[in-house]
């Protein structure tokens, strides 16, 4: 069957001083104006910010031949946005250009991934020299690289989280560490929240919790989900609840210091414990917000609770910092720190490599010697040269930088703004987020808050990519927005992010209303 898109035109096109599309993109004064050859409504198209990069021609596969080949040799799971995918051709800290030269101001940054920049200078640098030197030897030969990252990334952690175990993936160290939970305690039963994403590999993809990852066949076993206390959807928690500058419309009876919604989740925990797994547990996963189910935080203090029931029945408690780590919440270098809580387990991918495939896993030494008294654990390409040199340049950028601190200033500057967006369209269920980790959760009225349709999200979706803003998508029903830019972001940035993003919903209602 051939997919729609491949009937699509081109409708819109970057316009400089011409009105065809450069094959090329210069580099873009304040004064370039980005507008459709075909109008969507009577609106001028918000500004973007300049930018001092030039991108190369690309001479590459014709776009049509590209299509081709997708479909041909590529897996048949459907994963790409829009109706008419990008063709990705260059990347240039928080910016990305397609195969036409046409630029986009990435506010997803490769799935919560590129954490301080596309093509950082220092990061390419570290890569180059590294490339020059030695690719690869495993883990049967020492070299440096790895024991000065180890160094370095130890010392971010508090004590007694000390021993890394390098991967490649998320889903590779979430499913470590489940090893790890189960070698250690000799037990089987591991919980996670419903909404959970901790991967998609045979095993992990059982602890993760969004039907769209759930399989009909038989996968891992032994996890168990617990409901995800989540203060805007679930059936408890309003506007003193969560850790961040922008609270839920919904009101409750809480006090500022006091969350009864924390309260009544913890009860449901509880009965998770008491009803669905042994007496005696293996482990507790959790993100410390929840990614793919929409960046979903919990009521203040619950964690800490759920740590110490789990702990009280032989459990580990595993932080899952995949999308959270490094800074990107802004007031901590780790989510778990936001919550005030230990883990005995830690998992980091994505950020830690800035794009590049790395992972790792963090535990205590009487954790990882009883892995090693259960499997003789080894991993090819984990630890590598390449990566542990990259990973080195990335956390000297984000110190040298501040990008912490950026995250924190640009990213409550970023979620007050969304917040009055909220405050405007009835469409706009909830702000939520910390740092520069958002989510937009978008409804049909704030009355009901059912999910917006997916043709209504869709729509908004493909407005803000035409407009030259690049965001994602998550939730259970995919009808949360995702903002989630490179740390490196700037709020001149922020402001187009939001003018467009307010230009896309009011297009939608426009159209809506006809």
């Not at 066949?217 to 032994?222: D, N, T």
């Not at 901590?332 to 387990?345: A, K, M, N, R, S």
Request: proline share 6%; glycine share 8%.
């Amino acid at each position: 069957m051939t997919p729609a898109w491949r009937h699509l035109p081109r409708t819109l096109r970057l316009e400089t001083s011409s009105p065809r599309t450069p094959k090329t993109c210069p580099s873009l004064s304040v004064g370039t104006v980005w507008r459709s050859v075909i109008t969507l409504g009577l609106h001028t198209k918000p500004r973007m910010p300049p930018c001092d990069f030039t991108p190369e021609k690309y001479q590459s596969l014709p776009y049509r031949r590209v299509l081709e080949i997708y479909q041909q040799h590529l897996s048949p799971v459907h994963t790409a946005y829009y109706p008419q995918p990008l063709l990705l051709h260059q990347g240039h800290m928080q910016w990305l250009f397609d195969h036409e030269g046409n630029r986009y101001l990435d506010f997803f940054s490769g799935i919560v991934t590129v954490s301080v920049g596309h093509c950082h200078p220092k990061v390419n640098a570290a890569a180059r020299k590294q490339l020059g030197r030695l690719w690869h030897t495993s883990a049967v030969f020492f070299h440096p690289q790895v024991h000065e990252y180890a160094e370095k990334l130890s010392a971010l952690l508090p004590e007694p989280l000390k021993v890394i175990f390098f991967t490649n993936s998320g889903s590779e160290a979430n499913d470590l560490a489940m090893l790890m939970a189960r070698a250690h305690s000799k037990n089987i039963d591991i919980i996670s929240f419903r909404g959970a994403y901790h991967g998609c590999s045979p095993y992990t993809l059982d602890l993760s919790n969004v039907g769209l990852f759930k399989m009909t066949l038989p996968s891992g076993v032994g996890c168990q989900s617990t409901m995800c206390p989540d203060v805007f959807r679930g059936p408890w928690g309003g506007s003193h609840c969560r850790d961040s500058p922008v609270q839920t419309i919904r009101k409750c009876s809480c006090a500022p210091d006091c969350c009864q919604a924390k309260d009544q989740y913890i009860e449901q925990f509880k009965d998770t414990l008491n009803t669905c797994v042994a007496k005696s547990i293996a482990g507790f996963f959790a993100e410390p917000i929840q990614g793919v189910n929409g960046v979903v935080q919990y009521p203040k203090g619950f964690l800490q609770q759920a740590f110490e029931l789990v702990r009280e029945r032989g459990g580990l408690c595993i932080a899952d910092e995949v999308q959270t780590g490094f800074g990107r919440l802004g007031s901590h270098f780790w989510g778990f720190e936001t919550h005030g809580v230990l883990p005995d387990i830690v998992t980091m991918a994505k950020g830690i490599g800035n794009g590049f495939p790395m992972a790792a896993v963090v535990t205590t030494p009487e954790i990882a010697k009883s892995l090693a008294k259960c499997v003789l654990h080894f991993n090819t390409f984990g630890g590598n040269p390449m990566a542990c040199s990259i990973g080195s340049a990335v956390l000297e950028v984000i110190k040298e930088e501040n990008l912490q601190e950026n995250s924190r200033e640009v990213g409550t500057y970023m979620l007050l703004k969304f917040a009055k967006l909220r405050d405007e369209f009835e469409i706009i269920g909830d702000v939520r987020g910390k740092g520069l980790m958002i989510g937009i959760e978008m409804v049909k009225d704030k009355v009901s808050c059912q999910p917006l349709p997916s043709e209504d999200i869709n729509q908004i979706h493909e407005n803000c990519r035409h407009m030259g803003l690049l965001i994602g998508r998550g939730g259970i029903f995919s009808q949360t927005f995702r903002i989630a830019p490179s740390l490196c972001i700037t709020k001149p940035e922020v402001d187009f992010a939001v003018e467009v993003f307010r230009a896309a919903v009011m297009q939608h209602m426009e159209r809506r209303a006809k």
